[in-house]
C-alpha cells in the first residue's frame, strides 16, 4: 500500500542552526500539507501545496520558515534559523486534489531544539 | 479559541464500553474528518463526512451540521483502540486538540 514517505524521523539540533525536514507523498496526491503539531494539541496548518503552488500558507513562520515543492512531487520543509520553540513532531500529509479529500499522513518527523 | 473543540480531553474506559467522543465546531464546514494517532506519532485517517453516519467495523460517526457538532463512537470498546482522537474540518485543515482515549483490560 502506498505510503507518505519522511525523513529524518527524528532530529536533534541546536538553536541557531538550520535544519531541513524532506516529504514524498503518495504518487499522483497532487495536494500535500506541511503541519508543525506540538505535545497534546491538534495539527496546525503550515503550508498547503497544490502541485508545485503553494495554495495556503498563512500560518507560515515566514522569517525562518520555508518550504518547496518544485517539481509538484516531494517537498522540503526548512527552518533557519530553528529556536526553542520549534521543538514540535512536523507532519506530512497528501490528499488526490484537495481539502474535501481524505489526507493520507507521513509517520513524522519529531524536532527537539536544544 | 479554537474553531474546533473536543470533548472530553482524556477518556478511560474499561474493556467491551461503549465509547462516545464529542467535536464541535464554530464554523460552517463542508466535510469532517476524523483521525486516530498511536502513540508513535502516526496518523490514520478514519472517516470523513459531510452528512448522516458512517459505519466501519466497531467504529461509528455521526455528524449534524445545522448543530455544528459530531460524535465518534467505538462500540465493544478493547485496549487495541488505546490512541488519540482527533478531529479537523477538512475544508479548512483546522484540527481539535484530540481526546486520549485508554482502555483497560
Redesign the interface.
Known amino acids: 500500500e502506498a505510503e507518505v514517505a519522511q525523513s529524518p524521523r527524528y532530529k536533534i539540533t541546536e538553536k541557531s542552526q538550520a535544519v531541513a525536514f524532506w516529504c514524498d507523498p503518495i504518487s499522483g496526491h497532487a495536494t500535500l500539507?506541511w503541519y508543525r503539531?506540538i505535545l497534546?494539541?491538534?495539527?496546525?496548518?503550515l503550508v498547503?501545496f497544490q502541485d508545485e503552488s503553494v495554495v495556503?500558507d498563512s500560518q507560515l513562520p515566514k522569517d525562518r520558515f520555508s518550504a518547496e515543492r518544485l517539481k509538484g512531487v516531494d517537498s522540503t520543509l526548512k527552518i533557519q534559523p530553528a529556536e526553542l520553540g520549534d521543538s514540535a513532531?512536523y507532519?506530512c500529509?497528501s490528499s488526490f486534489r484537495g481539502?474535501?479529500?481524505?489526507?493520507?499522513?507521513g509517520?513524522?518527523t519529531?524536532l527537539l531544539v536544544l | 479559541k479554537n474553531e474546533v473543540e473536543q470533548s472530553p480531553q482524556n477518556l478511560t474506559a474499561q474493556e467491551g464500553e461503549f465509547i462516545t467522543i464529542n467535536c464541535s465546531y464554530s464554523v460552517g464546514i463542508s466535510a469532517l474528518h476524523w483521525l486516530q494517532q498511536h502513540p508513535g506519532g502516526g496518523i490514520v485517517s478514519l472517516f470523513m463526512l459531510s452528512s448522516g453516519k458512517k459505519k466501519h467495523g466497531r467504529l461509528i460517526a455521526t455528524i449534524n451540521i445545522q448543530e455544528k457538532h459530531s460524535s465518534l463512537h467505538i462500540t465493544a470498546s478493547h485496549p487495541r483502540d488505546s490512541a488519540v482522537y482527533i478531529c479537523a474540518n477538512a475544508g479548512k485543515s483546522t484540527f481539535g486538540d484530540g481526546t486520549t482515549l485508554t482502555v483497560k483490560p
Open positions: 500539507y503539531q497534546g494539541q491538534g495539527p496546525e496548518l498547503q495556503d513532531m507532519l500529509a481539502l474535501q479529500e481524505t489526507q493520507y499522513f509517520p513524522g519529531r
